[in-house]
């Protein structure tokens, strides 16, 4: 069966310090992969987009990579700050409706 | 101005009971989507629509039904509530039903049934 796993529930980080969020995936031939933001109350908010034929990409202090070989993508947040902390979803396409993880929770400490 | 809004952001009621969720949105997207957050955080897609094809999960029990007024509006309702209905709710919209197409979320109505 098809799975998305992001194999860390919670992360807690250094101000200052790189995060790194991974999501690896089974059964699955995405085109595309997405990752999200979700604060507490609120719903998600798309981030970054990469594809396929892209191995890595990159937004202001954001950076995902892809990885369809290992079938994983990872997602860096350098410099981190308090206000990165939050839920990060992954997304793949699945019948032309999105599939997210269940996300990990990260925590960056003052 | 809010992009994607539900109402209401939060429902109480008992089970048996027939409610409805209201979901907007003022993008000019021609796709909806409801979507429905466990305790667990699992976002799962239940349906989406758009004013050609609706596309349900298989999953979703026929208690549940979306109603598209217009292409800016797809409304939840659910008929006969159950205790395991209790989760968040979210309805989406994107440009058009494309695996790319970025997903805008509503804020999530927080439905619990007693």
């Known amino acids: 069966s098809q799975k998305i796993e992001q194999n860390s529930e919670a992360l807690n980080i250094q101000e200052g310090k790189t995060a790194t969020l991974t999501c690896n995936y089974t059964n699955y031939s995405p085109a595309y992969l997405q990752w999200y933001r979700q604060d507490p109350g609120r719903g998600p908010v798309f981030l970054l987009l990469i594809r396929e034929n892209e191995k890595e990409k990159r937004k202001e202090r954001l950076k995902v990579t892809f990885d369809t070989t290992l079938k994983q993508s990872l997602f860096h947040i350098t410099a981190s700050q308090p206000a990165d902390s939050a839920t990060y979803l992954c997304?793949?396409?699945?019948?032309?409706?999105?599939?997210f993880g269940a996300g990990t929770r990260l925590t960056v400490k003052p | 101005d809010t992009a994607v809004s539900q109402t209401p952001k939060y429902l109480v009621t008992q089970m048996g009971n027939d409610k409805s969720i209201k979901c907007e949105q003022n993008l000019g997207h021609d796709t909806m989507y409801w979507y429905k957050q466990d305790s667990k955080k699992f976002l799962k897609i239940m349906f989406s629509?758009?004013?050609?094809?609706?596309?349900i999960n298989e999953t979703v029990p026929n208690r549940f039904s979306p109603k598209s007024p217009d292409k800016a509006h797809l409304n939840l309702h659910i008929n006969s509530l159950e205790l395991g209905d209790s989760a968040v709710y979210f309805c989406a919209s994107s440009r058009e039903r494309q695996e790319r197409r970025p997903l805008h979320f509503g804020n999530g109505t927080r439905l619990t049934v007693t």
């Open positions: 629509y758009n004013n050609k094809e609706l596309i």
């Open positions: 997304a793949l396409a699945d019948n032309n409706d999105m599939r």
